[in-house]
């Protein structure tokens, strides 16, 4: 029994990565990320990996914890095999994201907490539960608060404290201290690592003949998986160099297909399902707004890298208390504000709404997303799902709906843009 | 054709009717209910009449001083500081089928129906007792109560306290003691009332007498656990919710003395062979009496309850060590936050003890662990109950149910065969 979880676990990621390697063989710089993320699908890495510090979710600024922390090891949930290992110490609606995140710091195959100190953010019901599990188990677990509204000066007040108790509590753990010039270092690498996400994505949207959607995204979150981050910048940057080189040589053109903006709950490797859907029902992502690109999105600005440790950590903290993930906030300006953006820039043809079950509080959100689009005339596609592949093909017949509905749009603009 | 000819104002108009008349039936059903129960207390009248007075006759909250109305969403919110600045606390959490269903449309599926209900009687708009409120205060405790103070704040003056998920720690009580002072600006605004040491202690003053009459009450039921129904009890501390404290301390009062002296005449409400049972889980909001009602309809005598509409909003007094504004105003955070069992806190382990307390107290035979459906942060501390209950032997049973009707008799079934298992199993040999 124990080996046929193991084998779905690992199967899982295998699966994935094979589907990835197929569709980009001819990207020879992409190699390097399916063996980063699949790494971690393995026995034997599993078995040996002992990181000092744990980060559950992505709603602490990078900068704290590289301030603190030179290998921080994110999970960010996205298994179906960690989530079925931690389906005893949940609830029954608990999210698929906290129940995998739960399976990767419990389970009864590997131990990678053992002499690690877990950091997370309480921003939903379910992650202040997990502490709480995790404490039980005799985790070490350090966790901060968000205040759930941003205006006042006493919520970033007690959002600054939070942050600098933190990364002293990890700071003791490490023997890094947030100290000024750790600070700084952090925020240079982890702003130069966030432009290296930008200038990918720009190409790959360019590029979007050689690459496909599933890789695009593995690309971005190998910046979580990869044990340095340094080095993921190494290979984005010969990824980048190679598309770009693609592009020069080969003016490929894109047949016309539907462009779609993903947003609401992050989709993580292994769990590829929503952008194989769209892929297979003709359309192609346009971008990704998410937590995981909301925080990629955030940088200090250069002018302001120069200012005192102490201003700096104002900046960090007034950034990432506007547009830290959804969970924590009463109303999330910070997506509301990215997903305008990316609607301006992009112009999609639809959107695709990807809600997690038990992740409630992005169909909160919702009905605002589907006013603006409304107002925009962009048709907005609910898809609800979990971790488990069941669903694939009922989720495959209203996506291939979707995706029609979009094409007949496109070719019935374009004949009255002819007419006229 | 001729209905249709005949059908007066327009269709919202006649959808605000049904609303009314469909929500005023299901509180007369529930209050009946409740008023039929064997040994009903002469003194729950004044209680049942506020609830009649709100969810019958549509009247609004009973605020004979004529202040305004705050509305408020959790237990966390210290009455203390709203009658200090010259308002009248209304605790709003829904229990309304008929609004539950018109919230349905408006909050997303997996939402908790307690939120679901608040919404709906917010886009309803027609129950005086919300409308009448002019500042809603909505603390933060878990993900529902996040975007619902979002939604509020869209249609009504609304203020959203950030509660830290810790609270052993000094800058947590600090964030909140900092967000009571907010609070009590947003209070100004409403009543034009400043904030002053002598209106705080007088506040003080008065919700004192309140718990001084709760604690005498539950002193008796630790005494007599089965002096009184559980649903009677229960329907006596939602009445706490719609009416001005001066006034539920009076009705408190003779509440305990007709206990009291019943007590000593040896008349009990329940037979001693009754299962004692004590429910604790999700709140169990008027008309949502459905569980109660049950319990003691099969037979088992609900003798406590741990449940944020019970005693845990009024039962902890504010420890006042520094005689000033500020001084009151720490002992208000502390008194709201420290010993209170919402599982909220990441670490909750007074909700454990304090039920270890409860089940000695009150000889309790089994526990039903009540869980709405979506109330997740209740769920999650079914396991650790299951264990630590599981240790002393004592049979508890988990009940997920909605605003509805339609499982009332698959509830049944499960809450007959407890009571029978304790009856005549485990719970019978004790």
């Known amino acids: 029994m124990r080996s046929t979880e193991l084998n779905a676990f690992k199967n899982e990621a295998i699966e994935t990565i094979n589907r990835i390697e197929t569709e980009n063989s001819n990207l020879f710089e992409l190699k390097w990320f399916p063996d980063t993320a699949s790494m971690r699908f393995k026995s034997d890495y599993l078995n040996n990996v002992r990181p000092q510090v744990i980060v559950l979710g992505n709603d602490i600024p990078a900068e704290i914890i590289y301030a603190v922390c030179d290998n921080p090891f994110y999970i960010l949930g996205g298994s179906l095999g960690t989530a079925h290992w931690a389906d005893e110490l949940t609830p029954r609606d608990t999210d698929p994201f906290s129940r995998s995140s739960l399976g990767w710091l419990i389970n009864p195959e590997f131990d990678i907490a053992n002499d690690a100190l877990i950091v997370t953010a309480v921003s939903s019901d379910s992650r202040r539960k997990l502490i709480s599990i995790l404490q039980k188990a005799g985790r070490k677990v350090a966790a901060m608060d968000i205040p759930p509204m941003s205006a006042t000066l006493n919520n970033t007040n007690y959002y600054k404290d939070q942050l600098i108790t933190l990364a002293e509590k990890i700071g003791k753990h490490t023997g890094k201290h947030l100290t000024g010039r750790n600070l700084r270092n952090a925020v240079k690498k982890v702003v130069r690592a966030h432009r290296f996400w930008h200038r990918f994505q720009t190409i790959a949207h360019t590029a979007s003949g050689f690459i496909s959607d599933e890789a695009v995204l593995l690309v971005e979150q190998c910046m979580y998986f990869a044990d340095s981050l340094d080095e993921w910048m190494i290979h984005v940057s010969r990824l980048i160099g190679e598309l770009d080189e693609l592009n020069r040589r080969f003016m490929m053109t894109q047949k016309d297909q539907p462009k779609v903006i993903v947003l609401g709950s992050p989709i993580v490797f292994p769990n590829y399902k929503v952008p194989q859907l769209i892929a297979s029902a003709g359309m192609r992502i346009a971008a990704v707004a998410d937590s995981l690109s909301l925080e990629a999105d955030l940088a200090v600005p250069g002018s302001k890298r120069l200012i005192s440790s102490e201003r700096l950590l104002d900046q960090i903290v007034s950034d990432h208390l506007w547009a830290t993930s959804s969970g924590a906030r009463v109303n999330n300006e910070g997506l509301y504000s990215f997903f305008l953006h990316l609607v301006r820039e992009l112009h999609p043809d639809g959107i695709v709404c990807h809600i997690l079950k038990g992740q409630i509080e992005y169909d909160f959100e919702l009905p605002y997303i589907e006013k603006t689009a409304e107002e925009a005339d962009i048709p907005v596609f609910r898809l609800e799902t979990d971790y488990q592949y069941q669903d694939v093909e009922q989720l495959r017949i209203r996506m291939e709906a979707f995706g029609e509905m979009l094409t007949q749009k496109i070719i019935v603009k374009r004949k009255v843009k002819r007419s006229a | ?430």
């Open chain 2, 1 to 430: 054709m001729n209905d249709y000819i005949s059908r007066q104002g327009s269709a919202e108009d006649r959808r605000k009717a049904r609303f009314l008349n469909k929500s005023s039936t299901t509180a007369i059903k529930y209050l009946r209910k409740i008023e039929d129960l064997p040994h009903k207390p002469d003194a729950l009248k004044p209680f049942t009449d506020v609830l009649k007075h709100v969810f019958v006759d549509m009247q609004g909250a009973v605020n004979p001083q004529g202040v305004p109305s705050v509305g408020t969403y959790c237990v966390m919110i210290p009455p203390e500081l709203i009658y200090a600045m010259g308002a009248m606390p209304v605790k709003l959490c829904g229990g309304s089928y008929t609004a539950f269903n018109v919230g349905d449309d408006i909050a997303p599926r997996d939402a908790c129906p307690l939120v679901k209900a608040i919404m709906g009687f917010e886009s309803i708009g027609v129950m005086p007792v919300y409308q009448e409120c002019q500042l809603m205060a909505v603390p933060i405790t878990c993900d529902c109560k996040k975007k619902l103070a979002g939604y509020l704040a869209e249609r009504r003056n609304t203020i959203a306290l950030h509660v830290p998920s810790g609270r052993d720690r000094d800058e947590d009580m600090e964030q909140y003691v900092r967000e009571l002072y907010l609070f009590s600006q947003k209070l100004t605004e409403v009543t034009d009332v400043e904030l002053s040491y002598e209106r705080l202690s007088w506040a003080c003053g008065m919700t004192a007498a309140a718990q001084y009459e709760l604690s005498r009450f539950i002193e008796l039921r630790r005494k007599y656990p089965l002096a009184i129904k559980g649903t009677h009890y229960m329907a006596a501390m939602n009445a706490i919710s719609y009416t001005h404290i001066s006034l539920w301390t009076r009705y408190m009062h003779n509440l305990c003395d007709e206990i009291e002296a019943k007590a000593k005449r040896g008349v009990m409400a329940s037979k001693e062979n009754r299962p004692r049972i004590l429910i604790t889980g999700s709140p169990i909001v008027f008309p949502n009496f459905k569980i109660p009602l049950l319990i003691e309809e099969m037979g088992g005598a609900l003798v406590a309850d741990e449940t944020c509409m019970g005693e845990r909003g009024a039962y902890d007094p504010p420890a006042i060590v520094d005689q000033s504004t500020d001084g009151i105003m720490r002992a208000l955070a502390n008194k709201s936050t420290r010993p209170c069992t919402c599982p909220t806190f990441v670490d909750n382990k007074r909700r454990v003890y304090r039920i270890m307390q409860m089940l000695k107290d009150y000889r309790v035979q089994g526990v039903i662990y009540h869980v709405l459906r979506g109330c997740l942060v209740y769920d999650y501390e079914y396991q650790v109950m299951e264990e630590e209950l599981g240790k002393l032997g004592i049979p508890i049973i988990r009940i997920e149910s909605d605003y509805n009707e339609e499982d009332v008799e698959q509830l049944r079934i499960r809450i007959e065969a407890f009571i029978e298992l304790i009856k005549y199993g485990k719970g019978s040999s004790k």
